[in-house]
């Protein structure tokens, strides 16, 4: 080829400033910068390294570090009650910041998290048509221990909030789950009731309670009044379940009622006051107030197993049966599903070898048809 007919190949252009390129030419997504508009227009992730548009680049404020959105989304997340991001790792389960969570990182009383519904292996934002359980367990410090440290190491299915009848504690309280999940996870729930041996009680307290919750939606207005006249219309035998002083039970969570009453509330699903024995106050739940508290394994698990029982039991039951030697009776036919519960009735002389003693049922005199019942409810 001769001299003459020799092409110089043009340099390449910044596609930002539009000047040639020549020894300091970087690239991007296939088009050439210079090297300053490449600096002023890129930005390296700090931790995959790659190079990002400034415009599209993720900014952690707290460090001044830049990321890519994957990168940041896989390592940051916010805070849903102040709205600023930190580490993935310095949130709880509920995506709440240490600021949030208050002294010794237990939340205030008001605290409403966003909830998990535990019922497979990994939990999810909304619930399944079944029975969801939540539990609320007071407890005090007796010993001066480092409440912090114990909050922490809280299984993250529970959350610990203030409670102004403790004088110094809190209340551990569960995501909802399904009773398949809870028998399933009965170890979770027992490396709990060990903090005992921190210093924590809860039963050999004045304050402390504990308080079961039932899915509302679970509940046809009929299955509520038989379930809320096992408890209205059989004080005694609450108070045994409850493990309460009489008086405590009263001021917590009164058996007293009438007849008429338990069916206007079965109607109404609602009563304003919450110190009574099954609180109707609460938009989605049906809560069990009566149990003193405890962290004896079980304790915890005849308080479980009697919620259970009598919302299976009060479901099928027809409501002339509703009273407690019917359900002793249930329990021995499913003595398996509820072994802490049987066991606890034998020994307060409500189950004699499968024979029920002289217990007296209050609801055995009335003459109202079901259908009858089922026409007021």
């Known amino acids: 080829m001769d001299k003459e007919t020799i092409i110089d190949c043009p340099a390449f252009q910044c596609v930002s400033c539009g000047c040639d390129i020549e020894d300091d030419r970087r690239e991007h997504d296939g088009k050439s910068y210079c090297n300053n508009c490449f600096e002023s227009n890129f930005i390296r992730c700090?931790?995959?390294?790659?190079?990002?548009?400034r415009d599209d680049r993720y900014y952690f404020e707290a460090t001044g570090e830049s990321y890519c959105?994957?990168?940041?989304?896989?390592?940051?997340?916010?805070?849903?009650?102040?709205?600023?991001?930190?580490?993935?790792?310095?949130?709880?389960?509920?995506?709440?910041?240490?600021?949030?969570?208050?002294?010794?990182?237990?939340y205030s009383h008001n605290y409403v998290p966003n909830l998990l519904y535990y019922d497979k292996d990994e939990p999810t934002g909304e619930p399944s048509d079944k029975l969801y359980f939540g539990i609320e367990l007071e407890?005090?410090?007796?010993?001066?221990?480092?409440?912090?440290?114990?909050?922490?190491?809280?299984?993250?299915?529970?959350?610990?909030?203030?409670?102004?009848?403790?004088?110094?504690?809190?209340?551990?309280?569960?995501?909802?789950a399904t009773w398949n999940w809870i028998k399933a996870n009965k170890d979770k729930w027992n490396s709990i009731l060990n903090i005992r041996k921190q210093g924590f009680r809860?039963?050999?307290?004045?304050?402390?309670?504990?308080h079961v919750h039932l899915s509302r939606n679970q509940f046809t207005t009929l299955h509520l009044y038989k379930f809320l006249k096992l408890f209205y219309e059989n004080g005694d035998f609450i108070l045994?379940?409850?493990?309460?002083?009489?008086?405590?039970?009263?001021?917590?969570?009164?058996?007293?009622?009438?007849?008429?009453?338990?069916?206007?509330?079965?109607?109404?699903?609602?009563?304003?006051?919450?110190?009574?024995?099954?609180?109707?106050?609460?938009?989605?739940?049906?809560?069990?107030?009566?149990f003193r508290g405890t962290l004896s394994f079980a304790g915890f698990w005849i308080n479980l197993e009697f919620c259970k029982a009598v919302f299976d039991y009060t479901k099928n039951a027809l409501y002339t049966k509703i009273c407690v030697p019917e359900f002793c009776n249930y329990i021995v036919g499913n003595k398996k599903d509820f072994p802490n519960l049987y066991e606890f009735l034998k020994t307060r002389g409500y189950i004699f070898d499968n024979i029920f003693g002289d217990k007296q049922c209050a609801s055995q005199s009335t003459n109202r048809t079901e259908e009858t019942l089922q026409e007021n409810c």
């Not at 114990?150 to 403790?166: E, H």
């Open 202 to 210: 809860s039963y050999d307290t004045s304050t402390c309670g504990m």
């Open 240 to 290: 045994q379940i409850s493990r309460r002083k009489k008086g405590n039970l009263k001021r917590w969570s009164a058996v007293e009622d009438d007849d008429e009453s338990i069916v206007y509330k079965a109607k109404e699903k609602y009563v304003s006051n919450k110190y009574t024995a099954v609180n109707l106050a609460h938009n989605n739940t049906i809560e069990i107030r009566i």
């Open 139 to 176: 407890v005090e410090n007796t010993q001066s221990e480092d409440i912090s440290k114990t909050v922490d190491n809280l299984p993250n299915f529970v959350y610990a909030k203030q409670d102004g009848s403790l004088s110094d504690g809190f209340e551990i309280v569960s995501n909802p």
């Open 69 to 106: 959105e994957t990168c940041y989304c896989a390592n940051f997340a916010r805070c849903i009650r102040c709205d600023y991001d930190y580490r993935t790792e310095d949130l709880d389960a509920n995506y709440h910041c240490p600021n949030c969570r208050g002294p010794d990182n237990v």
């Open 46 to 53: 700090c931790s995959c390294e790659t190079y990002i548009p």
